[in-house]
T-cell receptor
């Protein structure tokens, strides 16, 4: 009965490859997020979707493309992977954008680009 | 520009004593402040939050204090337990949730 799940948990790949990370939440939340935690341990938001609609798009290279097929899923596709993309990526969800501020996080996906 | 800062990268406390984690912010438009706890190889888990119109919120061993004039919040854990050893992030909500850089708390038995 995991609330927010991500697959895979670990991803090791070569520079230049394309990869996807999947996220699903079973909380009935309207809003989902992708965060990146870099080597300095900062958690920074990348994207936010509300009811399948993109509402936040931080300064992220356009090699990163989120896709929300429905409210419960937010996937992250990354093209032409670079060394600097190595990080832990967290998916999160919340009830909505302006109500209860609590966000529920997935376990993270550790991406290593060689 | 870092709008949320946790100036102590680490804190070590004896079991049974109080742990005080601090956080400073710059944006007076934040409407909620939250504390998250993170164990290695897991996602952050929500601990406690406080609205900007309050100055204290308590939940069991955890109390968050907000000083708006100083733009400062703190998390008190009493009594501290070894299982509380983790990284603690403060976060503030404006248009988005902005996180501090985290404080590693170690509670020694």
């Amino acid at each position: 009965d995991t609330a927010v799940s991500q697959t895979p948990k670990y991803l090791v790949t070569q520079m230049g490859n394309d990869k996807s990370i999947k996220c699903e939440q079973n909380l009935g939340h309207d809003t989902m997020y992708w965060y990146k935690q870099d080597s300095k341990k900062f958690l920074k938001i990348m994207f936010s979707y509300n009811n399948k609609e993109l509402i936040i798009n931080e300064t992220v290279p356009n090699r990163f493309s989120p896709k929300s097929p429905d409210k419960a899923h937010l996937n992250l596709h990354i093209n032409s992977l670079e060394l600097g993309d190595s990080a832990v990526y967290f998916c999160a969800s919340s009830q909505d954008v302006r109500g209860n501020p609590e966000q529920f996080f997935g376990p993270g996906t550790r991406l290593t680009v060689l | 520009d870092q709008q949320v800062k946790q100036n102590s990268p680490s804190l070590s406390v004896q079991e049974g004593r109080i742990s005080i984690l601090n956080c400073d912010y710059t944006n007076s438009m934040f409407d909620y402040f939250l504390w998250y706890k993170k164990y290695p190889a897991e996602g952050p888990t929500f601990l406690i939050s406080i609205s900007s119109i309050k100055d204290k919120n308590e939940d069991g061993r955890f109390t968050v204090f907000l000083n708006k004039s100083a733009k400062h919040l703190s998390l008190h854990i009493v009594p501290s337990q070894p299982g509380d050893s983790a990284v603690y992030f403060c976060a503030a909500r404006g248009i988005r949730l902005t996180f501090g850089e985290g404080t590693q708390l170690t509670v020694n038995p």
